[in-house]
């Protein structure tokens, strides 16, 4: 933060001195002063402004507001904001001028320094049939070829994240937080024709269905006409938005739930001063059930549980729950019916060991965390305390890969008077982590 006159000045300039701006062939990088990083691609850059804030008695705040997919915020002060700038200044009408009124003016507010306009990447089709429509929700989207005549390839919703590999892509990358970025495109889907649409690499399972594809959606160069364009294309494809749908004048976000799958449409308005610019966001979203990633040949085979080598400690916790999104980890599994059994009446949370098969899991009614006991490496308890809600605490399972899963959410503090025993009888050291509030 860039202040003037007044006593802070010395020790908030030297703050902010740590963070860190990077411009590389096609991405701006920051490290903000508390060591977070984030990127924005430039390809994806819309609008840059500088925004100046009054602060206390005279104190002046000045910085660059980089909006893309979505918001960067730049302090003037940052390490390397003279490259990032003289990279700018080469951009086609980047306005110098209003740069340099920006570091002298004292008068609150922003000033635009350069806008470019959105392109064109997403097309409305004519007259889609339902038919066409009804088989797209069912089968898949359509990946089409550069090549006229060639053929088109249907991506199914069921195509894993190891099939896409074989699937040529327009680009690959990393983000800041090491997340691979995958772009597949050009495609047809739902009555539209878009450029890419890009979907992330997990960092836990690859042998699930891909969760979610989407797309920074342009269909004109009309900021906001961007969504209702699609908005009508959607609700005449689609029908009537399903309940949770909203309108704001900050930002607008419609879902269609149709065939285990959500399709979204959000656009985010840059700020209430600035209604003119914003950003479309689609997206398709699976949620459908996939039970053959819920189980294995060890808990099938746990219909009732083994006569020996076996045992347990139940809980009668209030609302309980455990991980129970299979791509989140690849030791999710439905609860086996022996466990689902052994939890008596009030009994809602059991840990158990089964020595004879090394397995070791956290098990409710409906979900498990189900794992060797030589891949488990510790718990970690992490209580949020009462704030604006009532708090809550959550069990966390470590793996030796260094891969978290929850084990266990329930009520804040409920975890505490317990953790030497669960630590004892599964052979795990725990770590209580500095408690957080729920804001």
Known sequence: MTFFRTREVPQLEQRERLARVGIGSDFISLTNAAGMLETLVLREIRTVRASILRYGKGGIYRYLEIHAVRRLTVPFFAQG??????????????????LAEARITENRGQIRLWMREPAINTHILPAVPGAVLSEELQSGWVLLSHDQGASERVVPWEMTYEQVSSVPTVLSRQNEFGARVLELGPVRILGLRMDALRMYWPKSRIDVPVEEWSCYAVVSQGWDQNYWNLKSHLDQALGEASPGSYERTDQNSLRWERDGLVVGLVYWYDTASHPESGYCWFSVT?????????????????????????????????????????????????????????????????????????????????????????????????????????????LMLEDTLGRSVKVGETSYGAFDSMMEELSTFMALPFLVQPETQDY
């Open 81 to 98: 904001f003279a490259k990032l700038l003289a990279v700018m200044e080469q951009w086609p009408d980047f306005d110098t001028r209003a």
């Open 286 to 394: 699976n949620r459908r059930e996939y039970p053959a990633c819920l189980n294995d040949a060890y808990t099938t085979s746990l219909r009732s549980l083994p006569a020996r080598g076996w045992a347990s400690r139940v809980y009668a916790l209030k609302d309980v729950l455990v991980e129970g999104n299979f791509r989140k980890s690849p030791w999710v599994r439905s609860t086996p019916q022996g466990i689902r059994d052994a939890l008596i009446e009030g009994a809602t949370w059991a840990v158990w060991r089964d020595e004879e098969s090394g397995m070791v899991g956290f098990s409710t009614s409906t979900f498990s965390v189900i794992l060797p006991q030589e891949r488990a490496s510790r718990l970690l308890l992490q209580n949020v305390g009462p704030g604006r809600g009532t708090g809550w605490a959550e």
